[in-house]
């Protein structure tokens, strides 16, 4: 009779202990969920960051002007202005022959 409540004390004891168990188990399984939630919405929000700068690239990239582009136009640029000088000059040694 010594032993029943004992066992039964004992019994109580370890519901205790596994419940308590449980309890810590199931927040620290809530906390992990919540942080998983909180991740997964972070994932998200860089996830559509990354698209808008991905979209605004394309767009730059349509209507970007290439180094070999830009030297093109740079000798188009001065090939107008020699030409120019050479007709102004031209000009200007008209006038002074026909006036000198």
């Known amino acids: 009779m ?32 919540q942080r998983l939630d909180q991740v997964d919405d972070r994932h998200a929000e860089l996830a559509k960051h990354v698209e808008q700068l991905q979209t605004r690239l394309a767009e730059v990239e349509k209507t970007a002007v290439t180094n070999t582009q830009l030297a093109e136009r740079t000798r188009q ?3 107008v202005v020699s030409a120019l000088v050479t007709v102004a000059s031209a000009v200007i040694a008209l006038i002074a022959l026909t006036r000198g």
């Not at 004992?6 to 205790?16: D, H, Q, V």
């Open 77 to 79: 640029i001065i090939a």
């Open 2 to 33: 010594d032993e029943t409540p004992n066992l039964a004390l004992a019994l109580a004891e370890l519901r205790g202990a596994v419940e308590l168990g449980f309890e810590r188990t199931n927040s620290s399984t809530a906390l992990i969920l």
